[in-house]
């Protein structure tokens, strides 16, 4: 191995490792809001639809929304420069979320949040696309999505930390200020450290040279992908039940057990999410590409088989009666949920054109958070104020909220399965695509 070539190896690590801690922070301010949800809600005196549309619907909206043309300008411009700017407005926006004193300031600086973080996925899926080969994708979007678990690990341990030394001192305001404040620090790292890679690196020489589609030609070409868009609904619908756990977990483990030290439950919280739930989007982007290596339609069979496993692990966990038991359920949980991630982002990149990567990105969580960010916790707070209006207590009204919402998973499963079906067909077109494309670039150079 040459001088040249090893220190491109060392690079692409870093950058990965990095634009991995940027994916972590978005995570952190998304999870800190369940999180902390029981004193939010008791502060601000919301109820559980006003919280669920906070952590989901609010947020969610401008999420996606503003995430299109972000990708847009990110198939053209420094995505370098975006990503930071991106992560600088989120954790400002993050900050300012711990100075609110009512639901409608809060909301707002929710929104803001949500703009921000629409400039971060989009450019990253498309540098580590120019960063790593085809056979290597899956593996390095798996390592890339262990951002969910390590920033959802480190939400826990930083409420942990900044909570004091009982369950009764918890002040969430100073939290979001901290964790802003961090992460606009980041924003600067990022910018100084990473380097825009050339577009198309893995696949084409002269990607530049090639006309960029219009909006509306990258929305009609991705869309005609089958795989592409079931590969869409089956992780929005998957994720559906995700993040109403996610969000209404804590709240329901202190009505569970109000004795139990609150410090000590986000402590543990937070290791098995850094465990379990990592370990299993690593494996599974791992055993993703080793199986697909035989048959490309382990992309749809791995994620179906893992979600058909949490159903019944998912609705069990909210009905057991001790937190001991609900959290030995949460680790299986949480493993099988991490298992889909990385097919799931090698599919939305590798049958994407190579010159609509970041828009097949965008697009691709647009339609998984205003289905599953968007809906999720807002359709879980609501479903739980109806038994609560139907003279359910708190902690019932959770439960069968609860048992409603993992029934989401069957529409996963069966959109994964229809991945396994189509995945071969589309995957041999993306290659004859991007043959096309070379041609393209060989004949304008």
């Keep these: 191995m040459t001088r040249k070539a090893s220190d491109s190896r060392h690079y692409r690590s870093l950058a990965l490792m990095l634009l991995t801690l940027v994916y972590g922070f978005n995570f952190i301010d998304r999870q800190i809001v369940g999180i902390l949800a029981p004193f939010i809600q008791a502060d601000l005196e919301l109820t559980n639809t006003q919280l669920g549309l906070l952590i989901g619907l609010a947020f969610a909206t401008f999420y996606t929304f503003v995430a299109i043309p972000i990708a847009w300008l990110a198939d053209r411009y420094n995505r370098v420069n975006i990503l930071s700017m991106a992560l600088a407005t989120w954790s400002a926006f993050t900050a300012l979320t711990g100075l609110a004193s009512n639901f409608m300031q809060i909301g707002l600086a929710r929104m803001g949040v949500g703009i921000g973080e629409a400039g971060g996925s989009p450019p990253s899926h498309s540098i580590i696309s ?37 369950g009764e001192t918890v002040n969430w305001r100073r939290i979001f200020i901290v964790l802003g404040v961090v992460g606009v620090g980041l924003a600067v790292i990022v910018r100084l450290v990473l380097k825009e890679p050339a577009r198309g690196a893995m696949e084409l020489e002269n990607y530049d040279q090639l006309i960029k589609p219009s909006f509306n030609e990258s929305l009609k070409t991705l869309l005609q992908i089958p795989t592409w868009w079931c590969m869409c609904l089956g992780i929005a619908f998957g994720s559906f039940v995700s ?53 490309i339609r382990a992309y749809g069979w791995l994620p179906a088989i893992a979600i058909t496993l949490n159903l019944p692990i998912g609705i069990f966990s909210f009905w057991v009666p001790t937190i001991w038991s609900h959290l030995l359920l949460t680790t299986a949980f949480l493993m099988f949920l991490g298992i889909y991630l990385g ?103």
Excluded: H
């Design 130 to 166: 120019d960063l790593y080969p085809k056979e290597e994708r899956a593996g390095a979007l798996g390592i890339y999505a262990l951002g969910i678990p390590f920033g959802i690990m480190a939400a826990y341990f930083a409420t942990a930390w900044l909570m004091g030394a009982t």
């Design 243 to 295: 993040y109403s756990f996610a969000a209404f977990q804590t709240k329901y483990l202190v009505l569970l057990d109000a004795n139990f030290n609150f410090q000590t439950l986000v402590i543990l919280l937070g290791i098995i999410n850094g465990t379990t739930y990592a370990g299993g989007a690593y494996f599974g982007a791992k055993f993703a590409d080793y199986w697909s290596g035989n048959d």
């Design 343 to 445: 097919p799931s982002f090698a599919i939305a990149q590798t049958l994407a054109p190579i010159n609509m990567r970041a828009m097949s990105t965008a697009l691709f969580f647009f339609i998984l958070n205003m289905i599953a960010l968007g809906g999720g916790p807002t359709f879980s707070g609501w479903l739980m104020d109806v038994f609560k209006w139907r003279g359910y207590a708190e902690l019932e009204s959770i439960r069968y909220a609860m048992t409603l919402t993992c029934c989401w998973f069957v529409p996963s499963i069966i959109c994964f399965l229809q991945v396994s079906r189509t995945v071969r067909n589309d995957w041999d077109l993306a290659e004859r695509r991007n043959l096309e494309l070379d041609g393209a670039q060989n004949r304008l150079g």
